[in-house]
Nanobody, 125 residues
Framework: QVQLVESGGGLVQAGDSLRLACVVS???????????MGWFRQAPGKEREFVSI????????YYADSVEGRFTIARDDAKNTVSLQMNSLLPEDTAVYYC???????????????WGKGTLVTVSS
């Protein structure tokens, strides 16, 4: 059973940075590198939305327009981790951020099979 645990959320001011991390535990070291990894978020009263995704090779990344140029996704297969570096945070970035693992053929063709429980990011103005 794949388990995803996020960390790094917190309360920051607008303009600050945060780095989220997600550790994947699947009992099989080699399995993590088979997954595309993504970050999603859900703001209060809103639907969950896509933030960023990275291919299983790490060679392809996509970002939501709202975070392009401010957020950076990365993976470390040796540590079974995926991170999301968030810079120049805005109040509208406030949300619960979820890590997910799955597959991806393209930005319009992907599916997440496993989800973490989320970490809260609050950005004050």
């Amino acid at each position: 059973q794949v388990q995803l645990v996020e960390s790094g959320g917190g309360l920051v001011q607008a303009g600050d940075s945060l780095r989220l991390a997600c550790v994947v535990s699947d009992g099989t070291f080699s399995t993590f590198s088979d997954y595309a990894m993504g970050w999603f978020r859900q703001a209060p009263g809103k639907e969950r939305e896509f933030v960023s995704i990275i291919s299983f090779t790490g060679g392809t990344t996509y970002y939501a327009d709202s975070v392009e140029g401010r957020f950076t996704i990365a993976r470390d297969d040796a540590k079974n981790t995926v991170s999301l570096q968030m810079n120049s945070l805005l109040p509208e970035d406030t949300a619960v951020y979820y890590c997910a693992a799955g597959w991806m053929n393209s930005i319009s063709d992907y599916g997440m099979q496993y989800w973490g429980k989320g970490t809260l990011v609050t950005v004050s103005s």
